[in-house]
T-cell receptor, first 112, second 116 residues
Framework: GNSVTQMEGPVTLSEEAFLTINCTYT??????LFWYVQYPGEGLQLLLK?????DKGSNKGFEATYRKETTSFHLEKGSVQVSDSAVYFC???????????FGKGTKLSVKP | NAGVTQTPKFRVLKTGQSMTLLCAQD?????MYWYRQDPGMGLRLIHY???????AKGEVPDGYNVSRLKKQNFLLGLESAAPSQTSVYFC???????????????FGDGTRLSIL
């Protein structure tokens, strides 16, 4: 079956540090890939997506590249801010009905 | 610009009680989903719907029922609540373009449910 492995947290960084959150997945075919962000007390919001191999999704300074050869979709940001403190979820979209999966989430805390 | 609205936001039940969680979306989306979020478990799909009048089981459907009588609404029911159903419940919706899960999902803010 499909699966996703996401870097466990929590991750604590100082402001302006570099961020990487690893995500690898297994899936049939070549699904779209997503990163979602969840701020305290809120639902998940789409952060970025990529729909095919070598696509780079980007938003709010975050980037992730769809690597088909390594089945990975690592999230990166060059300089994090306190406002980036949240939980981040990796999610491969999936064509098989009913087989939607999310990573377990990585909690990021950014200290001033 | 409401998006996905969930009611109620909080609820405390006693074991054996029943209740219904309501999800409403105003984006004319075909697909709707119910998830539960538990510490260390991420999000797990309970049930989903690919259109008005349709429902299907997800990963953890036991103890829950759903209905989609109107396109904009997706109801999640607990017939006889159990402490194991204490969780935060999220509703989401997405367009019907392409296969399930291959379009971004739009989430509500969640319902925090405690079963005593």
């Amino acid at each position: 079956g499909n699966s996703v492995t996401q870097m466990e947290g929590p991750v604590t960084l100082s402001e302006e540090a570099f961020l990487t959150i690893n995500c690898t997945y297994t899936a049939t075919g070549y699904p779209s890939l997503f990163w979602y962000v969840q701020y305290p007390g809120e639902g998940l919001q789409l952060l970025l997506k990529a729909t095919k191999a070598d696509d780079k999704g980007s938003n709010k300074g975050f980037e992730a590249t769809y690597r088909k050869e390594t089945t990975s979709f690592h999230l990166e940001k060059g300089s994090v801010q306190v406002s980036d403190s949240a939980v981040y979820f990796c999610a491969p979209g999936e064509g098989s009905q009913g087989n939607l999966i999310f990573g377990k989430g990585t909690k990021l805390s950014v200290k001033p | 610009n409401a998006g996905v609205t969930q009611t109620p936001k909080f609820r405390v039940l006693k074991t054996g009680q029943s209740m219904t969680l309501l999800c409403a979306q105003d984006m004319n989306h075909e697909y709707m989903y119910w998830y539960r979020q538990d510490p260390g478990m991420g999000l797990r799909l309970i049930h989903y719907s690919v259109g008005e009048g349709t429902t299907a089981k997800g990963e953890v459907p036991d103890g829950y029922n759903v209905s989609r009588l109107k396109k904009q609404n997706f109801l999640l029911g607990l017939e006889s609540a159990a402490p194991s159903q204490t969780s935060v419940y999220f509703c989401a919706s997405s367009t019907g373009t392409g296969s399930l899960g291959n379009q971004p999902q739009h989430f509500g803010d969640g319902t925090r449910l405690s079963i005593l």
